[in-house]
């Protein structure tokens, strides 16, 4: 809220304030790029702060909070992982059987999971990202297979 106006929710005016900065072409999308490429374990980070130009209040538990400047912090990570393909079926007392599918890896360190509910039909799917903390999970990181 900055005019006694409702503008929506925070996180998509957040997203529509960093989106310029993911743009393929604009200078922090290349410094990423730069110090993925740089890094000797496809990782990097980036902190960018941004002023605001207008004012911004933020109203959260009947408090009001005026908001001058948002940081963004990223981590980009470049790197190459076999995926391992689980499938299983699902049933449930008041619907038919369906195909589950989950496709999972640990790569540069975290442990990612999509799980695809309705299979290859899917409209929306699930992603977890968890640490990989695992000798199972350090298995699969060094190439080998292991089941979850």
């Known amino acids: 809220m ?5 503008h929506g929710i925070l996180s998509e005016w ?14 922090a999308q290349q410094l990423l790029v730069n110090a993925v490429r740089a890094s ?3 990782q990097a ?5 941004l002023p605001l130009k207008e004012k911004h209040r933020i109203i959260f538990q009947d408090l009001e909070y005026d908001v001058r400047e948002v940081t963004i912090h ?8 076999e995926l391992q393909l689980r499938q299983f079926q699902l049933s449930s007392p008041d ?9 999972g890896a640990t790569i540069a360190g975290k442990k990612v999971r999509i799980t695809f509910p309705d299979g290859g039909e899917s409209r ?19 190439g080998k297979t292991a089941s979850w």
Do not use: F, N
Not at 45 to 49: F, G, I
Not at 74 to 81: K, L, N, R, S, W
């Open 40 to 42: 000797p374990d496809g």
């Open 2 to 6: 900055c005019c006694k106006k409702d």
């Open 14 to 27: 957040i997203k529509s304030s960093i989106a310029p900065l993911m743009e393929p072409a604009s200078e």
């Open 95 to 103: 619907g038919p059987m369906k195909l589950v599918s989950e496709l």
């Open 45 to 49: 980070y980036l902190s960018v702060t």
């Open 124 to 142: 929306r799917i699930c992603v977890q990202i968890d640490k990989a903390d695992t000798a199972a999970d350090a298995s699969i990181t060094a």
């Open 74 to 81: 990223v981590h980009a990570v470049a790197a190459t992982a």
